[in-house]
């Protein structure tokens, strides 16, 4: 598979915005899926949000409305992007980029049809109160 590399986190207070960013060096003619999770010490990382290559999304409950995922496929590596607003401390954590290839998103699926087999080192969010 590909190389993943995030960037972007930071500490902001609640609040505040971020935009966090995946560089993915994803073989960009087989159907693929990216996403972003967040893990916090001591539980299970938890998707925040999964795009596909036909631009399909979907997010957790915790950040639809104030989150958006979005990507820049017209070239190779493919970057991939999450805006998040209104930021709270329990967006506190270390967001991950996850890639899979020959998936499709289906948000209606328990984890919307979107299984990693690559991860990023992740990238550190903290939010102040």
């Known amino acids: 598979q590909g190389q993943l590399e995030e960037s972007g986190g930071g500490s902001v207070q609640e609040g505040g915005s971020l935009r966090l960013s995946c560089v993915a060096s994803i073989y960009d003619r087989r159907d693929y899926c990216m996403g972003w999770y967040r893990q916090v010490p001591g539980n299970e990382r938890q998707a925040v949000a999964v795009i596909d290559r036909n631009g399909r999304t979907c997010y957790a409950e915790s950040v639809k409305g104030r989150s958006t995922i979005s990507q820049d496929n017209t070239k190779t590596p493919v970057t991939m992007y999450l805006q998040m607003n209104s930021l709270t401390p329990d967006d506190s954590g270390t967001y991950h980029c996850?890639?899979?290839?020959?998936?499709?998103?289906?948000?209606?699926?328990?984890?919307?049809?979107?299984?990693?087999?690559?991860w990023g080192q992740g990238t550190q969010v903290i939010v102040s109160p």
């Open positions: 996850a890639t899979d290839v020959d998936c499709m998103v289906n948000c209606g699926r328990w984890n919307w049809n979107f299984t990693p087999s690559d």
